[in-house]
């Protein structure tokens, strides 16, 4: 379901050899910060926390922060209730809804949005079915979709598209994939006719070849909240301190992220030092040299303060509504507690 962070197998290392010294010496160690798990997702819209740990920024909240990382949003949600992970960054999934409604799981501010003005997601199709007419998003009418798992945005995002054009949602074919690997695989064979993803992902698949870009996610959901900031409804209620140092050092790694990617308002020198940083976890399989323009052209606007946009919050949850996703009874206080950052 999920792993453990280089970082996190060091940390627990030096977790044990710090139990087994003060088992021999008979005292009590006492840790002057406290341990944080973050989930983690290998994407640039990840950067604030990375940018957070390797600046210090979580360390001056007295917090130390260990990363686990996960393939998608369903399961950090579920290890979020599980107590797991204290805090995650990712899409609104229908499990987090399900969760919520349990009483075991709160959004608590906002992530990444699409703007206008900033290049947002992609509409992508497979050269086969751009070939055999699929031009625009009103030609999917009929085709087949890519998602990960029923629930998850990518399933919000082909809906919305679908409602927009006028055509039934049923007659867009979606194809469970559980895995983006799995998704971009099937979009270059042609095995799957589109797909919407990150603009850095899907720059690289339109230089391929194998791929078109068709439309854009902005022109079809106003102002997409497309992920959230997360924690237990224990963390929330119980420990309020700790989840407002969390979105502290969480804040100010959305500042230096928005600076050195999206604004460009930092220095290239600093820029390129915020760029290996993210490296670390995103693309790390690539060389610096091959990861830092992927890193760069996925940069969209992460909000300021992890400032929270309900209305787009509200109508995702009522859209897992209409799909029986999750019970009708499910309520935005159930969802959301709006205590801890500013909402709009």
């Known amino acids: 379901m999920f792993s453990i962070t280089r970082r996190r197998l060091g940390g627990l290392a030096l977790s044990g050899a710090l139990a087994a010294g003060t088992m021999m010496s008979g005292t009590v160690m006492a840790s002057a910060a406290d ?3 973050v989930g983690l997702l290998s994407l640039t819209s990840h950067s604030p926390s990375i940018i957070a740990e390797a600046r210090g920024y979580f360390a001056d909240q007295d917090l130390d922060v260990e990363f686990v990382s996960f393939q998608a949003a369903q399961p950090m949600a579920v290890a979020i209730a599980s107590g797991d992970v204290d805090f995650g960054v990712t899409a609104i999934s229908g499990g987090l809804v399900s969760l919520a409604e349990k009483g075991v799981i709160k959004i608590i501010g906002g992530a990444l949005q699409e703007y206008p003005d900033i290049d947002g997601q992609k509409i992508l199709v497979s050269k086969a079915a751009h070939d055999d007419g699929v ?3 009103a030609d999917l009418k009929g085709r087949t979709y890519g998602i990960t798992t029923t629930g998850s945005s990518f399933h919000y995002m082909a809906h919305k598209i679908a409602d927009k054009e006028g055509f039934d949602r049923a007659e867009l074919h979606l194809k469970p994939m559980q895995k983006v690997p799995a998704v971009i695989a099937s979009l270059k064979s042609g095995q799957i006719d589109a797909w919407s993803i990150v603009p850095n992902i899907a720059g690289a698949l ?3 070849g194998e791929v ?3 439309g854009k996610v902005a022109d079809y959901i106003d102002n997409y ?4 900031v997360f924690t237990s409804t224990a963390n929330a209620g119980d420990k309020p301190d700790l989840v407002k140092r969390f979105l ?3 804040a100010k790694g959305v500042d230096d992220y928005n600076a050195a990617l999206v604004d460009k308002t930092m220095s290239e020198e600093e820029t390129a030092e915020i760029v290996a940083m993210i490296h670390e976890y995103v693309y790390a399989d690539q060389p610096l040299e091959k990861a830092d323009p992927r890193i760069r052209a996925g940069a969209m606007r992460i909000n300021a303060n992890a400032k929270l946009n309900l209305e787009s919050v509200r109508d995702q949850l009522e859209w ?3 799909e029986g ?3 009708e009874t499910a309520s935005m206080d159930n969802l959301v507690d709006a205590s801890f950052v500013e909402t709009f």
């Open 248 to 250: 502290a050092g969480f």
């Open 225 to 228: 909240q497309v992920t959230t």
């Open 206 to 208: 339109t230089k391929g």
């Open 320 to 322: 897992f509504k209409s």
């Open 35 to 37: 341990t944080i798990n």
């Open 325 to 327: 996703l999750v019970p």
């Open 135 to 137: 031009t625009t998003p």
């Open 212 to 214: 078109v870009e068709i």
